[in-house]
């Protein structure tokens, strides 16, 4: 009675959070694309605009979350902002995918010393904190979206490696991917049909636990002025320009960038928290398939 009752409670705390985190990533998404179009038709002021307006004003009919420094309207560029950090965060996290599993399959299954050098360098990777790496690659690489993007990209790449090789090194050792080799099944084909559907389960979950941890990456990279040019609504970067004016009352220059990092780094990982449960079966539906 105690397992059925904790069972049932798991099912519904996991299907709400993966309906809650779903509906914010939505939302987000939804900013993300009519933010653009709006500030097209010239229905929002432009982000970058604040030549005519007072600088810190307070939230106020005419200006919703106030003005920064410069004048601009904080509700816009916060707006702006959400398709920032979408668009970086799944770039790279697309480009670590399409890198990482590959390489990750490869590894695991034929071994030998390709194997061992690879985890020697994404274990070398892996180890290093992910803000640290990230911000050591922006460095280098300089200010821009692509540049943020390509070093988010390199942070994540040895995640998804590390899953997916283990994974691999797991089922290539399963009696029917022994029976397709022995039938003379070359590597290729066994990678495709019987290996990939096996080790991808798990890519989702990671991808969007990720994310969350991008985004924050992203606004650390912006807030230690690395990230994206500062005529770029990002809202790491609008966070370290809010910093100086905060002890002088001026809040919500900081307040509405950091409430909306903050409830879409919730969304995400409401999002993987539940993926993960449904898919490890921890929540009783899937496991009775």
Not at 1 to 8: D, E, G, I, T
Not at 10 to 21: D, F, N, P, V, Y
Request: proline content about 5%; glycine content about 10%.
């Amino acid at each position: 009675m105690f397992a059925a009752l904790s069972l049932r409670r798991a099912t519904t705390l996991s299907g709400q959070m993966a309906r809650w985190g779903l509906l914010i990533v939505l939302l987000y998404l939804l900013v993300a694309l009519l933010t653009p179009l709006l500030l097209q038709l010239g229905l929002l002021p432009d982000v970058n605009a604040g030549l005519d307006n007072p600088i810190y004003a307070a939230p106020s009919p005419q200006h919703w979350c106030g003005t920064d420094r410069l004048g601009r309207d904080v509700c816009v560029r916060t707006l702006a902002g959400s398709g920032v950090a979408l668009q970086v965060v799944l770039l790279a996290l697309v480009a670590a995918l399409v890198v990482g599993v590959p390489l990750g399959m490869v590894s695991g299954y034929l071994g030998g010393w390709l194997d061992r050098s690879l985890v020697l360098l994404m274990d070398t990777l892996y180890t290093l904190p992910v803000l640290l790496l990230s911000v050591v690659l922006a460095f280098l690489l300089g200010k821009g979206l692509p540049n943020a993007a390509a070093a988010l990209c390199v942070v994540y790449i040895p995640q998804y490696f590390r899953v997916v090789r283990n994974q691999t090194a797991q089922v290539k050792a399963e009696l029917f991917v022994e029976a397709a080799r022995s039938l003379g099944a070359g590597p290729l084909w066994v990678l495709r049909r019987y290996l990939l559907r096996n080790v991808i389960t798990s890519v989702p979950v990671l991808l969007t636990l990720n994310a969350a941890d991008a985004v924050l990456v992203l606004g650390g990279l912006g807030f230690l002025g690395l990230g994206l040019p500062d005529t770029v609504p990002e809202w790491g970067s609008d966070l370290q320009q809010a910093l100086t004016a905060l002890p002088t009352g001026i809040w919500w220059t900081a307040l509405f960038p950091g409430v909306a990092m903050f409830v879409l780094v919730l969304g995400l990982s409401f999002l993987g928290e539940g993926l993960e449960s449904w898919l490890s079966g921890s929540d009783g539906t899937r496991a009775a398939r």
